[in-house]
T-cell receptor, first 115, second 116 residues
Framework: DAGVTQSPTHLIKTRGQHVTLRCSPISGHKSVSWYQQVLGQGPQFIFQYYEKEERGRGNFPDRFSARQFPNYSSELNVNALLLGDSALYLC??????????????FGPGTRLLVL | AQKVTQAQTEISVVEKEDVTLDCVYETRDTTYYLFWYKQPPSGELVFLIRRNSFDEQNEISGRYSWNFQKSTSSFNFTITASQVVDSAVYFCALLNYGGATNKLIFGTGTLLAVQP
């Protein structure tokens, strides 16, 4: 079975531009979460979506937005890019949102470099 | 506040040595879940183990073992007879469970370098 997939793998943008990152969860998983990992740090929670609705948002500015589609795939959008947005963006999927069995499985990430 | 602390930034060992990675957590919840993930240079976080707060039994999986102690709020990870392939960054994480959001709170990670 395929794991979580993300595209693109790498991306280079300049300040002020917009970027869209994509994620496909494990088949059957309905919850998708996004994390930002800057160099040398642990991942930081950005968003969680479940059944196409936003269920949680981390401490990130409104330049960050996301959505989940009927097939449970998801997009993360970042507007007006700043140098500090350079990071590894990780997508994680889980079977259900609130379950004692919940484990988040991560994709390979998208490395974003903002110049 | 919920927090995970991994005080060891980097550990270097020689192959076949045993190594323990420390994790200390803070939470006011009575029900919570702890995780360990491995991040090789490729960047993908690989799930290793999940532990709930009601199960303090230690767990062993091959060369890996985990020691969960609620009394000291610790969830330490030991690799026995380390191998070069174990070289990676290891993250301990706490699941903020319940309410509207379930999110993982990660420590800053421990870089393990296993030398041949």
């Amino acid at each position: 079975d395929a794991g979580v997939t993300q595209s693109p793998t790498h991306l280079i943008k300049t300040r002020g531009q917009h970027v869209t990152l994509r994620c496909s969860p494990i088949s059957g998983h309905k919850s998708v979460s996004w994390y930002q990992q800057v160099l040398g740090q642990g991942p930081q929670f950005i968003f969680q979506y479940y059944e196409k609705e936003e269920r949680g948002r981390g401490n990130f500015p409104d330049r960050f937005s996301a959505r989940q589609f009927p097939n449970y795939s998801s997009e993360l959008n970042v507007n007006a890019l700043l140098l500090g947005d350079s990071a590894l963006y990780l997508c994680a999927s889980s079977l259900v949102r609130a379950s004692v069995q919940e484990t988040q499985y991560f994709g390979p990430g998208t490395r974003l470099l903002v110049l | 506040a919920q927090k995970v602390t991994q005080a060891q930034t980097e550990i270097s060992v020689v192959e076949k040595e045993d190594v323990t990675l420390d994790c200390v957590y803070e939470t006011r919840d009575t029900t919570y879940y702890l995780f360990w993930y491995k991040q090789p240079p490729s960047g993908e976080l690989v799930f290793l183990i999940r532990r709930n707060s009601f199960d303090e039994q230690n767990e062993i999986s091959g060369r890996y073992s985990w020691n969960f102690q609620k009394s000291t709020s610790s969830f330490n990870f030991t690799i026995t007879a380390s191998q070069v392939v174990d070289s990676a960054v290891y993250f301990c994480a706490l699941l903020n469970y319940g309410g509207a959001t379930n999110k993982l709170i990660f420590g800053t990670g421990t870089l393990l370098a296993v030398q041949p």
